[in-house]
């Protein structure tokens, strides 16, 4: 990695549990563009996280590379995802995820700390809440309420962070490019509107 014309090594700290392959991180390490000074592994054998918060304690202050599996891997289940994050936004670690190969390719720390608040953003939002999202002018003129798949809210989380495509939504879902854009982008006010009291209505 270069910032100007100094090279930054860092120290990369592998974290995984036993059900995790070693394989998978050692690929990735490889594919990665780091000056690379020294890998530590730390293997988790209990869901107790203390081999995890030991790394975090080593690390301190001091400028480092988390690679992990998934967002899972640091915390006991997804509502825990967002102040696993936070806690990681308060250092120097650039965190790396498997599961997100587009974070493989921004390694600096002010671009990998943006991508870890959209990720908290996103995993902060309530899901699978039954609710129905109708824009206002709809209401006005009586039109129908639009209806989502059931499977939405996964796939769009999956597409705002980059974990699929625009085209690899869609194909999951069955909707025609004019009307997916419409209906992101109705879902996309809900979203900034926080009104709970509004119903996104699905397809069962």
């Not at 009307?179 to 926080?194: I, P, V």
Request: glycine fraction near 4%; charge should be negative; proline fraction near 2%.
């Amino acid at each position: 990695m270069v910032q100007g014309e100094l090279t930054i090594t860092y120290c990369v700290h592998i974290y995984r549990h036993e059900d995790e392959e070693m394989n998978l991180f050692q690929s990735a390490l490889e594919e990665i563009d780091l000056e690379v000074m020294e890998v530590k592994v730390h293997q988790e054998a209990t869901r107790d996280f203390l081999v995890y918060n030991n790394l975090l304690t080593e690390v301190g202050n001091d400028s480092a590379v988390l690679l992990v599996k998934s967002l899972e891997s640091i915390c006991p289940g997804k509502e825990y995802i967002p102040a696993a994050l936070r806690k990681l936004l308060e250092t120097r670690v650039v965190l790396l995820v498997l599961d997100y190969p587009v974070m493989m390719t921004k390694l600096d720390l002010e671009t990998n700390h943006l991508f870890l608040q959209l990720l908290m953003e996103v995993y902060s939002k309530p899901k699978n809440k039954l609710v129905e999202l109708r824009a206002e002018k709809s209401k006005r003129l009586g039109r129908r309420k639009i209806r989502y798949p059931e499977n939405w809210t996964d796939l769009y989380e999956k597409w705002q962070v980059g974990e699929i495509t625009a085209r690899d939504f869609m194909k999951a879902t069955g909707i025609k490019r004019g009307t997916f854009y419409h209906m992101a982008a109705e879902y996309k006010e809900y979203l900034r509107s926080g009104n709970s009291e509004q119903e996104l209505s699905t397809e069962r």
